[in-house]
């Protein structure tokens, strides 16, 4: 007879907020949840990030918004979304019957924008706010609060004081040193990071001898970023104590089991929800089998042992 | 809308470049990085009846489309195709071939597995179409007329059905679509079959009740014009690059008259009068 193994635990503490497990879907992959109903019941996610949302409504950008490239995706969608009041007002009474936790991902291009935002979002019963300083496809704003960490610093310390839920601060893999940004971003109060947002890239249509994209750059997700995101993960990990949720070309329960070993609490999948609707829901399922097969109880035997 | 596995039927080329395909449903599963091997012998039992039989799984709208993808590792996403025929377990594409995507498609052979999302998006109104219908096809454009046009021909209220179809110079297509309506139409660019030049030199909408159309931009563009002067109803099937296929990236987007909406779950159908092609009119 086999032996009897108890189910391995994959609930995660997550500033307070008690996750059912470890996987996230990532802000701008997974609409505002609904768009997935057809596939698999959004409950048994840990929870997942709404599309990049703003104090007004924003049309998103023009022109051409995807391009592939290998093991990749570049986007250039430019938060696209109906704006705070909308949300919580048309969309978010309905998807709160999804039992899972709701994380508020917020952008904006000043300071004030961002104060605004959070606090109106904060107001509502998301259960934790998810502070964009990364996004490298709005013109003004967006990454360049994530680039340097006094500005960092600043725009969390502002937006910490009126925020009502747990904050987490998503960040840039673009910044020149991104453990300085992290350790700034702890200091000035964050409850959590994210991280990485998108790698800005360059596509060149060279037969019209132009970029691809009209804003010229975009963001680079999906596999061909995992090193690199697992790496930042790490450095993130180890300089700070808050907890720190990792993304970035997540594909498999190993690739998740691999971002927790590098420290992350938890983690978020994007990209790879495009590719395939139900992966969240073969990743948890991955991610179980793995630990049984690993003899390994909870994350926490797991997590940061890199 | 589900995603499931499938397997490649039969994978033939019908003309330089167009290709197609069937895949049957498959009792298989498998995750991204295993789908199952080649199933070797496969074969269907019964032959399909097209005629009869409408797919097992749930109602399928003419014009609406599936996102296809392969065991191959690249590329990473998967394709958007229209739905070509639809009957029983099977789904039928006709496609052309033009990138890593759909030759990597074109490269299918019986018994390899496919995984599939669909059916998506928001296809042509079939209960809602009356009157003197024209179909107008700009190339591969054709592929979504064929299931439309059994599905029209059907209808008790269509009292004619014209084919209008545009090629560069190669005909495909027209024999299968030629059993439902009442008459074809065809032009070519280079003058090989039909009347040299466009769709548009070939079709006055004033005749028509309704006029549905597949193809590039610029076809598409033209047949809005020259229905809007002419009064009669159009929808258009639009394309555009697509990540998920399901409404969740905002990958898709084009501009229409309520701002940018998503071709993936507002259409790929859209009435023309909808669209801002170039931003603009
Ligand atoms: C709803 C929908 C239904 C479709 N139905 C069919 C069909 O039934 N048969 C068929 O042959 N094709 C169909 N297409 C187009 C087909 O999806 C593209 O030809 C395919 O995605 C190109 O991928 P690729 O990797 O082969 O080429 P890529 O290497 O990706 O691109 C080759 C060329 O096609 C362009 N392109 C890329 N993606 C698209 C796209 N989605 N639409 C238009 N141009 C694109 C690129 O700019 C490039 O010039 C449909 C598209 C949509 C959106
Ligand atoms: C189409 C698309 C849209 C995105 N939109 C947002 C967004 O609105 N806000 C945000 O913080 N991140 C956004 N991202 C970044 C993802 O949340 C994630 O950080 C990144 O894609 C890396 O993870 P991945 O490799 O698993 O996709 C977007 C990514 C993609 C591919
Ligand atoms: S392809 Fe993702 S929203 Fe349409």
């Known amino acids: 007879m086999e032996e009897n193994k108890t189910t391995p635990n994959l609930v995660v503490d997550l500033c307070g907020l008690s996750l059912k497990n470890p996987v996230i879907a990532a802000s701008g992959t997974f609409g505002f949840g609904e768009e997935i109903e057809p596939f698999y019941d959004p409950s048994i996610l840990g929870g997942f990030c709404t599309k990049g949302l703003t104090r007004r409504p924003r049309p998103g950008n023009s022109g051409i918004r995807l391009q592939e490239t290998r093991a990749g995706l570049m986007n250039s969608i430019g938060l696209q979304n109906p704006g705070i009041e909308a949300f919580v007002r048309d969309i978010l009474p309905r998807i709160r019957r999804f039992g899972t936790a709701i994380i508020a991902n917020v952008g904006g291009e000043t300071m004030e924008d961002y104060v605004a935002a959070c606090y109106e979002v904060s107001k509502s019963s998301v259960d934790m706010v998810e502070l964009n300083i990364s996004c490298p496809n709005v013109k003004h704003g967006g990454m360049a609060f994530g680039i340097d960490p006094d500005v960092a610093a600043k725009v969390v310390r502002s937006v910490k004081r009126s925020c009502r839920k747990p904050l987490m601060v998503k960040l840039s893999p673009n910044a020149p040193d991104i453990v300085a940004v992290a350790r700034a971003c702890e200091k000035a109060g964050a409850d959590a990071l994210s991280l990485i947002n998108t790698i800005s890239g360059l596509a060149i249509d060279v037969h019209a001898r132009r970029p691809v994209f009209a804003n010229v750059t975009a963001g680079l997700s999906g596999p061909a970023i995992k090193p690199i995101a697992l790496r930042m993960t790490r450095d993130v990990s180890k300089a700070v104590s808050i907890p720190v949720v990792g993304m970035g070309g997540i594909e498999t329960g190993e690739d998740a089991a691999a971002f927790i070993m590098a420290g992350a609490a938890a983690i978020q999948v994007g990209t790879a929800g495009l590719v395939r609707p139900d992966t969240c829901q073969r990743i948890i399922a991955e991610l179980l089998e793995f630990m049984s097969r690993e003899d390994i109880g909870s994350l926490s035997e797991i997590r940061g042992i890199i | ?281």
């Not at chain 2, 002067?229 to 159009?234: I, N, Q």
């Open chain 2, 1 to 281: 809308m589900k995603s499931d596995l499938y397997v490649a039927l039969e994978n033939r080329q019908i003309a330089p470049g167009i290709m197609r395909l069937s895949i049957q449903r498959s009792e298989a599963t498998g995750g991204m990085r295993e789908l199952p091997e080649r199933e070797i012998g496969i074969k269907r039992k019964t032959p399909l009846n097209f005629e009869a039989e409408d797919w097992a799984y749930s109602p399928v709208e003419p014009g609406q489309f599936f996102m296809l993808k392969t065991r191959a590792v690249e590329p990473l996403l998967p394709r958007p195709l229209s739905v070509h025929e639809a009957s029983g377990d099977v789904v039928v594409f006709l496609y052309q071939t033009r990138g890593a995507g759909t030759k990597a498609i074109a490269a299918l052979e019986t018994g390899d597995p496919v995984l599939a999302t669909g059916p998506c998006g928001r296809g042509f109104p079939v209960d809602d179409i009356t009157g003197r219908v024209a179909l107008i096809a700009g190339g591969i454009g054709i592929a979504p007329f064929r299931y439309l046009a059994r599905r029209l021909s059907k209808s008790p209220s269509i009292s004619s059905l014209v084919l209008v179809a545009g090629f560069r110079s190669m005909l495909f297509g027209l024999e299968d679509i030629a059993p439902f309506v009442t008459e074809i139409r065809v032009a070519t660019e280079d003058g090989s079959a039909g009347t040299k030049g466009f769709v548009t030199d070939i079709i006055a909408p004033a005749p028509f009740d309704a006029v549905l159309a597949c193809g590039p931009i610029p076809m598409l563009k033209a047949v809005k014009d020259s229905c809007k002067s002419a009064g009669t109803r159009c929808l258009v099937s639009v394309e555009a690059r697509m990540a998920c296929g399901i409404g969740a990236c905002l990958g898709c987007t084009i501009n229409t008259r309520s701002g940018n909406r998503r071709v993936c779950v507002d259409g790929p159908v859209f009435p023309a009068e909808e669209v801002l092609f170039d931003g603009g009119e």
